[in-house]
């Protein structure tokens, strides 16, 4: 496979290759993980143009930034390393916090500084300008390259961005989570802010793993985390997951590829993240670089999955209460 091409993460952001991978699975956040073949995917990945990376404080409480740190020794300027602050609780945006999390991070990184730092959920105990006044303060210092957010609403992004540029927002977007395009994604694109957009195979149902309920195990997490895997919900997202595999299976392709391949057909300012153990997975994956939709297809897609097309919400209520609302 040819070595993807690039995007840039916002008008003031970096460039790096145009899909992402996101390293908490490597970590065993989805399951066992061995560090062998977890530091073999981040190489590959690298060798195959997925230059940006991205980790958070919070996966594997610090062990995926120390295994990332590892799988960086000596190819630390061959990427854009992202990581993430303050998704355990509210009180972890105020600027001394910020700080110490920062330090935290670059130590377990083994790195003097990261490229984008994010936060990772808002934090209303705090005014989003004095966390992103702290951020920005650490960018004067060299230690960060670039800010972001993540699981933000437009308004508070305004704020935000008024404080400091926000290079880029990290937001699920998938075909069943279209819901940034109605009010999220066009502030972003007013103010120049591009989107890294998570579980864009939404949490595994457009991995193509799945057609029918009794696939997903009954003491699968997911069921409990997410309500989208939910009793009734389940069977009626899995029939819109059916529909949309037959598209794929009609243009030759597997259901993720094509599900990564909307997301990169968004806009040059999107830039899907996906997530892997394996690196047979990781090169099928990237097969949606190659993929180009034309019009009809983009029509059917959005007739079969609209905004809202989803049942169910994409957290449950005690990880809901930490996503920002308008």
């Known amino acids: 496979m040819k070595r993807l091409p690039q995007r840039r993460l916002g008008a ?25 073949e977890a530091i073999e995917v981040v190489h590959r990945a690298i060798e195959c143009g997925v230059t940006h990376l991205d980790t958070s404080d919070s996966y594997g409480n610090g062990h995926n930034e120390e295994l990332l740190g590892r799988a960086l020794r000596g190819r630390r300027d061959e990427v854009v390393l992202s990581t993430k602050f303050g998704i355990q609780r509210e009180g972890l ?33 705090t005014p989003v300008e004095e966390s992103v006044g702290a951020m920005a303060e ?15 609403s437009a308004e508070r992004l305004r704020v935000a961005h008024a404080t400091y540029p926000i290079a880029v927002v990290q937001q699920e977007y998938s075909l069943l989570s279209r819901e940034p395009e109605e009010d999220l994604l066009p502030t972003m694109r007013e103010l120049g802010v591009g989107l890294v957009a998570y579980s864009p195979l939404s949490r595994g149902l457009l991995s193509g793993a799945f057609r029918e309920p009794a696939d997903v195990a009954q003491d699968d997490p997911r069921r409990r985390r997410y309500p989208r895997f939910g009793e009734g919900n389940l069977e009626e997202n899995l029939a819109v997951v059916r529909r949309l595999d037959e598209v794929a299976t009609r243009l030759g392709l597997p ?72």
Not at 13 to 18: K, L, Q, T
Not at 106 to 124: F, I, K
Not at 299 to 317: D, F, H, S
């Open 12 to 36: 003031t952001g970096p460039y790096a290759g145009e899909i992402a991978l996101g390293c908490m699975a490597l970590s065993g956040m989805y399951g066992a993980a061995d560090e062998t």
């Open 93 to 125: 945006g105020r600027p001394k916090e910020i700080t110490a999390a920062l330090e935290a991070s670059l130590r377990r990184l083994d790195v003097d500084h990261v490229d984008m730092y994010y936060m990772h959920r808002p934090d209303r105990t």
């Open 138 to 152: 650490l960018a004067q210092a060299g230690k960060i390259r670039h800010i972001g957010l993540s699981e933000v």
């Open 255 to 326: 259901l993720a590829v094509l599900a990564i391949a909307w997301v990169l057909d968004a806009g040059e300012d999107v830039v899907p993240l996906i997530g892997t153990r394996s690196p047979a997975r990781l090169k099928a994956d990237l097969r949606a670089a190659e993929v180009v939709l034309d019009d009809e297809v983009r029509t059917e897609l959005a007739r079969i999955a609209p905004i809202g097309v989803a049942r169910g919400e994409r957290y449950n209520a005690t990880m809901s209460r930490r996503l920002d609302r308008p």
